[in-house]
Structures are given as structure tokens and as C-alpha cells.
């Protein structure tokens, strides 16, 4: 088959990586695979067998914010057709981002019943925020006009469930197909050194941004009074991790919680620690739980609305504390002390060909 990947850019975020680990597993099935960027940005190598286009706005003119979707689809649809003249129609087509999925449904020329918008997030949480009033209803009004009667494929039902519940929006179909994992290279580089091996320790793994609720982790964390640090690995803007550090001063745990910064290789931290921590509002799924249960390490996460709850299923469900501080930290010590049995064959649907599989599928649709 001929498929076609389309994004905003590749900066160094999840929906980035999956789009990018779900275009190199169509590759290795033997597909001819495509991959649009609308923007000059590129923080990850493009896996072999992939053409890789970057469809850029070079337009300078004042208004040109005024005309960006319009202009930006006209260009993009022309690629199209010049890449399907040259290749063959594509069986598939999978927008990526709420920026790109505005640009892809102004593209008149496409085959909708080829087309496929991806939700990675928890759409409430990311564009209504606290938007009250005609404010909210215009927002919830454009992206409704984005999706509605459109093929959609969410990370989580959740991310579907939000979509549909919070914009009124009726699929034309939906399907949830949760994100791959490279399994083998993750558990490679879980082996690789590690300067805390055979040390108790909490982790949390993530961007330092206000969604990820370190005020609740940092409130739970001393509540549990563990003699355990607590390492928070990820980076964010200064002014809000000096909130945290300061936060951690008020608390009395400054000299147990260790603010790491970004981490190239977080793995073999992951992989030797009592416990990895969320503590999240939303998770559009949740890749973090994934990779900690990959690499051995329970985990205990806020049950908030997105993916934790379909990854937490069966004895893991134990990790699912309710959002608030008091239940995150009575569920932090019960995992400590009581951790669960993590089961292999549990984390095979994860891999990148039995979710690439499901991906393919939808050809059939």
C-alpha cells in the first residue's frame, strides 16, 4: 500500500515519535510510505525507506495569518496530487495535530474515505481550558467543523469520548488504537548504566508543564513521609520549575527531591526505581505507564481522564488513585509495599507491528 503521514513539524514531542515509529513498522511490512512536515522543524532522525517532504509557508505578507489555512492547504494538496502522479493514490492518509488536521480539511482534492484524523490528546483539556461564555461556544464551534463526520482514530477511548462529548461531534467512524512501542530497544537501553542502581527511589518522568500537576506529586510525595527520594526527570520553563523547587522548600522535602532536568536516555532510571509516579490531570494516553511497565517498574497514576485507565487493567489497576493528593500518596505507599506482578505477554499489543497492523487495517474500512 501507498500511505501518507501528515504533520505540523517533528520538534521532539510523543505524537512526533509515534507518527515517526508507526511510519518506519509500515516500512519494515514492505508499504511505500510517505511523511509531510509543514514546518522546517526536525528534532528525530527519519527512519530509512521513508520520502520525507517538508512543505513549508514562505509567504511574508502582513495578512498572511489571515489566509495561512486556506494558502497552506492549496500547497499542501498540490504535493499531494504531484506525490500520487508520481507513486499511485494512497490507501491511506493520517493527519496528526489540531494545526494540521485545519490544513488537511480545507484539502478539497482528498479521499475521505482514505482519510484519518489522529487524536493524541485530550482535546477539553488542551483548547477550552477555562473558556466560559460565546468564548468556549466559538471554540467548540471551529473544531467541531474540523471533525465532525470524519474518520477518527484516538490514543485512548477517552481521547474519542472527549471529543465527541465536549465539541457535539458525530464520527463518521472512530476506532482507538493505543501508541506502539519499539519493546526490544526500549528494554536495551533500560540496561544501560545507571548511577542509582541498587538505591530505593520514586520517579516521575515528564515535561515540568502545569497538566502534569507536580503540585499534587510534590503534596502526595511528602505526605508518604518515605525515606525515599523522589526524582523528577524532564525539563520546563525556568519560571515554573523555580514554583516546584520553591513549593518543595515549603514542604520540608527539598533535600529528597532531586530536579534532574532532561534526560537523553531515562530508561535505566525508569528501570531501577520502587515506582514511577503521574500525577496528571489529563493524559491523552499516558506513554510513560507503558514504557515503566516495559522496563519492570510498577507504576502509580492519577485515574484522570485519557489513557491510564486502559493501561492499568486487571492487578495493575491497584496503581489508579483518584485525583487528589491524599489518595496519590496512599497509593504510592500501598505499590511500595505491595508491588504487582507485571505480565509480559500483557505488553505485547503494545509493539509496533501489532499496532501497526491495526493501523493497516483501516484500509479495509
Known amino acids: 500500500m501507498n500511505i501518507l503521514f501528515i504533520i505540523d513539524g517533528l520538534p521532539g514531542g510523543g505524537a512526533e515519535k509515534v507518527v515517526l ?22 528534532d528525530y532522525s527519519i527512519p530509512e525507506g521513508i520520502e520525507y517532504k517538508i512543505i513549508p509557508d514562505n509567504t511574508r505578507v502582513f495578512w498572511r495569518k489571515i489566509t495561512e489555512i486556506k494558502r497552506r492547504a492549496k500547497q499542501l494538496n498540490n504535493e499531494i496530487i504531484k506525490s500520487q502522479q508520481a507513486n499511485g493514490k494512497f490507501a ?16 478539497r482534492d482528498l479521499d475521505q474515505s482514505k482519510m484519518w484524523f489522529c487524536i493524541h490528546g485530550i482535546f477539553s483539556a488542551s483548547y477550552l481550558g477555562n473558556k466560559q461564555g460565546i468564548g468556549r461556544w466559538i471554540k467548540q464551534q471551529k473544531i467541531a467543523k474540523v471533525y465532525n463526520q470524519k474518520n477518527i482514530i484516538g490514543v485512548s477511548q477517552a481521547a474519542i469520548d472527549d471529543l465527541v ?14 501508541n506502539p512501542f519499539d519493546i526490544e530497544s526500549i528494554l536495551a537501553l533500560a540496561n544501560e548504566p545507571c548511577p542509582l542502581a541498587g538505591t530505593d527511589y520514586l520517579i516521575h518522568v515528564g515535561r515540568l508543564h502545569p497538566n502534569k500537576r507536580h503540585d499534587r506529586l510534590l503534596k502526595a510525595y511528602a505526605k508518604t513521609q518515605l525515606p525515599y527520594p523522589l526524582i523528577l526527570i524532564g ?48 493524559e491523552g494516553f499516558g506513554n510513560v505507564l507503558v514504557e515503566s511497565l516495559i522496563c519492570g517498574t510498577p507504576v502509580v497514576s492519577t485515574n484522570c481522564p485519557g489513557g491510564p485507565s486502559s493501561i492499568l487493567t486487571g492487578n495493575l489497576a491497584c496503581g489508579l488513585s483518584e485525583l487528589n493528593e491524599d489518595s496519590l500518596a496512599e497509593k504510592i505507599i500501598f505499590i511500595c509495599n505491595h508491588p504487582p506482578i507485571i505480565e509480559a505477554k500483557t505488553l505485547i499489543d503494545y509493539g509496533i507491528i501489532p499496532t501497526t497492523l491495526k493501523y493497516l487495517a483501516l484500509a479495509n474500512n
Open 21 to 42: 515509529t508507526l511510519a518506519e513498522g509500515m516500512v519494515t511490512l514492505g508499504h511505500q510510505v510517505s511523511l509531510f512536515s509543514l514546518r522546517n522543524v526536525c
Open 92 to 107: 491511506l492518509i493520517f493527519s496528526n495535530l489540531h494545526k494540521t488536521d485545519r490544513i488537511v480539511n480545507q484539502c
Open 165 to 178: 462529548n465536549h465539541f457535539n461531534i458525530t464520527p463518521k467512524q472512530s476506532v482507538e488504537i493505543s
Open 235 to 282: 525539563k520546563g520553563d525556568d519560571s515554573y520549575t523555580e514554583k516546584l523547587k520553591a513549593l518543595a522548600a515549603e514542604l520540608g522535602i527539598t533535600d529528597r527531591v532531586k530536579f534532574m532536568g532532561f534526560c537523553s536516555n531515562p530508561y535505566p532510571y525508569v528501570k531501577n526505581a520502587k515506582a514511577l509516579i503521574l500525577s496528571s490531570d489529563s
